[in-house]
């Protein structure tokens, strides 16, 4: 049985991989729909759907593709490491991923202070705070450092708990 902090964790990460962007893209497409319709069937075009549109395509990319690293589905381009040995895979990712964290952990702060300095800022229709738009890149930020440290640690196991003819 899986531990309360285990399934709160579970739950939290699901609702914002899955849950969240499942929401904002359903209303991305609705929005979109309703700009559609007023401009071409109505002669209405409505600006406001735009902003929505804008700001659904955002939470909808940047958390969607914590779901797509969650799964390991993104696209890798593989040519030169499907050709090493076992172990220099291992290596391989160890080294990529530490890199890709490294860059994650460097990018963090500069990226929190920007997007907390844009709260003064609203968009011009629906006056929402640029900081609340642009905060699930700071989620994605988090979450990724989480992923990849997660994935080095991993991999460092298997290179020190793992003999030479397991690999």
Not at 61 to 81: D, E, I, M, N, Q
Request: charged share 15%.
């Amino acid at each position: 049985m899986a531990s309360i902090p285990r399934r709160v964790g579970g739950f939290l990460l699901d609702l914002i991989e899955i849950y969240i962007p499942s929401v904002s893209f359903a209303m991305m497409f609705i929005s979109f729909i309703i700009q559609i319709f007023s401009r071409y069937v109505l002669n209405d075009p409505q600006v406001w759907t735009y902003e929505l549109t804008i700001f659904g395509f955002i939470w909808t990319a940047l958390l969607g593709a914590l779901y797509a690293k969650r799964l390991s589905s993104h696209v890798k381009f593989t040519l030169l490491y499907d050709s090493y040995k076992p172990r220099t895979q291992i290596w391989v990712r160890v080294a990529g991923n530490s890199l890709i964290c490294i860059a994650f952990i460097i990018g963090f702060w500069p990226a929190l202070d920007y997007v907390l300095f844009m709260g003064f800022k609203k968009s011009t229709i629906l006056g929402i705070s640029y900081d609340i738009a642009f905060f699930p890149f700071i989620i994605f930020i988090a979450v990724m450092i989480g992923r990849f440290a997660v994935d080095v640690w991993k991999d460092m196991r298997l290179l020190t708990h793992r003999d030479e003819a397991d690999l």
